[in-house]
């Protein structure tokens, strides 16, 4: 997959995107870290976004939501990590309003904080 890494943890998979955004693109990323997910039996990722210094627009957002819980269903857990001057949780909202299980923020402790609490339930 193209300018994308990933590494399993523990409790996760680690996943570190560089491209820029496009549409298509992200579209392939769900589709490809759902992939891994499954090959390697886990059920929670982490998607590290902050190299891509990309800000997606609210509406492609909204898209990518509904392409995400159409791909991964809702048994999924989705940590994405960015930087803060990008999060407007929007993305997280239309996610969890729809039975989604992410969390978004620019603190990657946040994350690994969330991830194990919502592994305690």
Same mark, same amino acid.
């Given at each position: ?12 998979? *680690?996943?570190?995107? =560089? ?12 589709? $490809?870290?759902? =992939?891994? *997910? ?13 190299? =891509? ?8 957002? $909204?898209?990518?939501?509904? $392409? ?12 994405? *990590? ?10 997280? =909202? ?8 992410? $969390? ?18």
């Amino acid at each position: 997959m193209r300018d994308v890494t990933y590494r399993k943890c523990r409790d996760y998979v *680690l996943f570190k995107c =560089t491209a820029e955004y496009e549409m298509e693109l992200y579209k392939s990323y769900i589709v $490809f870290v759902k =992939t891994i *997910l499954d090959e390697k039996h886990m059920d929670t990722a982490i998607i590290d976004l902050r190299d =891509t210094k990309s800000d997606v627009p609210t509406f492609d957002k $909204f898209e990518l939501a509904g $392409f995400m819980l159409q791909t991964w269903g809702r048994n999924y857990r989705l940590g994405i *990590l960015n930087d803060k001057s990008l999060i407007n949780k929007f993305f997280e =909202t239309v996610m969890v309003n729809r039975g989604g299980i992410v $969390f978004v923020s620019g603190d990657f402790g946040e994350i690994k904080k969330w991830i194990n609490k919502i592994n305690k339930r």
